[in-house]
């Protein structure tokens, strides 16, 4: 065999070790494919960089490769397809044979490998390689390895690189056509006589949309965010996956949130809130109980402590896993960019979240830019340039160095595949991703990452033969739900960006500017603007304007907060949450959390209430004393309580000062408020809560009031009358003399004789 050259041994040592690890069956000889032992399908799960298990299928054999080795060839050497057969359910395969063939028809543009891959039946080309000996018999829905060895002088080209077609193609015993078959590619590589693309990999790390990241009962809230962060989630798979490797993560920093008292955000994660009993804020007199707000605590060794305390180690570790990575910041929440901008680029909310991209490199300890934006759905609109700019105002930059777009929607028809570099109307640079490379990134679906592999490599190949001495640059986007295998992920990045002689990886940031003479192209506006990426939004300009009273409520009460801070921080993480990008992929959470997260708000910022009861005034001036009710977990001071007649009747001599209420179940205060009335009648009282600026919060009531003033004229009668009754008196005991009391005379001197009489009687 012919000495392959230094990148290719490479390769073929990375590949050989591969297929040992992928290949390998209990009780199989690897290396022979008449030594191998059938298995149950469901038995190869995970044998193939841990993907998907292989179905079988009621008619047909299933082909499924493990590997290629090497990745390249040069017509020096020998390239190993290896791989699995699985049995139709119908029936057994017996004295199976496997054909490798090269169509004879070159891929020279992309269409022409869609049109390959989608090619059923048996193909037409050159045989080039087949199986030693025949496989033994494979029972029905039963799978079995095979590996054929392929002299690369076989498949040889002219040219110095290419994309070639081959089919590897399952027959049974004596049949001519094939019972099974797949489609993939051999990347050729030759010589050098290309200008090597620059590649990027810019693949999104945020949160799935679900509810229980959010619930209030604790341990289902822990077992959720270790399903999200944890070992084995979605979001590990990927910064697995791609450890060690060029790519770039665009990381949603409340994927951190689930360390209580410190998140990338700078802010103290919530712990769901609890709505309490609601009652009537004017006609009863019972408490209306808050949510309970999370209590962040800090121990003295300083880690993260509350509720939320299990969950540290799981944010230390994806700390550990993103330091020294290749990333930029998403605002945070991954705050829906492409919604926003379209609706209400101005809003508060979403603009607070983009400012607040800048912590998380400081969660991290290294330099992240928050300033490229990313919207869901890779389209640029008329005005959405200008609107992501108005959006990014808040950016540590004060403005958007990029958007990441679909290329499609910033190309017109073009016969050749357009540099990633690109420049908005606006002067904005754009990146433009390419979608059919896009699409090949590997899923955790796919049984094994080759197909993937291969093809990437043969578009990447065709679309170099577009302008092969041109400088161009490639930028590859994952979706925001991409869910890959971190093996298979990490086997699909060695194969496609280590020492591909035509392919040079590159970081995001660098296609932000240009690159040596790769200069960024003119945006273009397609006749026809391509599908979105994402499903369609949840936000409209109503929910977004929503959301930005509720924070203005949020923000008022924490005012007069004590901890107001904290208070804020609780209650406004979940309005944060409502933004996200990820409820597009799930737009009924979506609802139910926003009709929760709404209710605990409306409860919280009302807990805080004047207390409605009725009120006798009887004078014409006086002091009405009114009830104030902290309902919150927070103590409150600086509240300012106002008073405002709703009738001419009743007059307020002066609004009471600030006022402070403690913490506590049932917490109360009585704040005494001097009127006048000026007429009898009812005489209703609206009774408000402000902060010190006039912002009203709280709860507001009605107090009745019954005036019955009791004027001057009635004093003076009274005295008058009083007066008479005191000199009529004086003046009848003048004009009589004696009374007849005085005639009396002394009682016991008269009791004395009667006794004395009565007793000479009796002698």
Known sequence: ????????????????????????????????????????????????????SVRPDDAKAIVTLTTVSPTIVDGRGETRIAGTVTAPTSGPLVGTSIDVVLASRPMTVRGDIDRWVKGTGKASGQHVAELAAPLPEVPAGQTVPFVIDLEERRVQTSDAFAALPIAIEVYQRGASTPIGTTRTFLAWNSRVEFVPLQLALAIPVTL????????????????????????????????EGTAGSSATLAVDPSVLMAAP????????????????????????????????????????????????????????????????????????????????????????????LVSRASAFGARLGQPVRGDIAWPADGLLPPGRDAAIQSLY?????????????????????????????????????????????SALLPKRSDPTAVLSTQRFLAESLVLLGELPGRARSVLVAAPRDYDPDAAGLAAFLRATTDSIPWLEPVALDALVGDGGTDQARPQERPSKAPPPAAPKRTLSEFRLRQLAEQRDTLNAVATVVEDGVAFEQTYGELLDELTSTRWRYQPAAWSKLHNSVSADVRNATSAIRVVPRRINFLAENGALRITLENGLGYAVEDLRLVL??????????????????????????????PVHAVAAGRADLLAYLTTADGTRIGSEAIIPVSANPLDTTFYWIGGVLAGLVLVAGLMRALLKGTSRIDEIGDLDTIAERDEAAQSRKND
Do not use: C
Request: hydrophobic share 40%; aromatic share 4%.
């Open 1 to 52: 065999m012919t000495r392959a050259r230094p990148w290719r041994a490479a390769l073929r040592t990375v590949a050989a070790a591969t297929f040992l690890a992928l290949t390998a069956f209990p009780g199989a000889a690897a290396s022979h494919a008449s030594e191998a032992r059938p298995v149950p399908a469901n038995e190869t799960e995970g044998t193939a960089a841990h993907g998907a």
């Open 208 to 239: 799935d949309p679900e509810l229980n990241l959010f619930e209030r009962d604790d341990d289902v809230r822990r077992q959720a965010w270790a399903g999200a962060i944890g070992p084995g989630s979605r979001v590990d798979r990927i910064i």
């Open 261 to 352: 008292g410190e998140t990338a955000g700078g802010r103290t994660p919530p712990t769901a809130p609890t709505a309490g009993t609601t009652g009537s804020p004017t006609t009863g007199t019972t408490a209306t109980p808050a949510p309970t707000p999370a209590t962040p605590a800090t121990p003295a060794d300083g880690t993260a402590g509350s509720a939320d305390g299990a969950a540290s180690p799981l944010v230390d570790r994806l700390v550990s896993g993103l330091r020294g990575r290749s990333l930029v910041a998403l605002p945070y929440a991954d705050a829906d960019v492409a919604a926003t901008s379209d609706v209400d680029p101005d809003n508060p909310v979403a603009r607070d």
């Open 393 to 437: 105002s808040t950016s540590a930059t004060g403005k958007a160095a990029g958007i990441i777009v679909d290329q499609r929607a910033i190309t017109a028809s073009s016969p050749y595949t357009p540099t990633a570099r690109r420049v908005s109307d606006e002067a904005t640079r754009l990146v433009g991703y390419d979608v059919r490379l």
């Open 644 to 673: 405002s007649p709703m009738n001419p009747r009743m007059q307020v001599l002066e609004q009471p000062g600030p006022v402070s209420i403690a913490a506590g179940p049932e917490a109360r205060r009585i704040v005494s408020v």
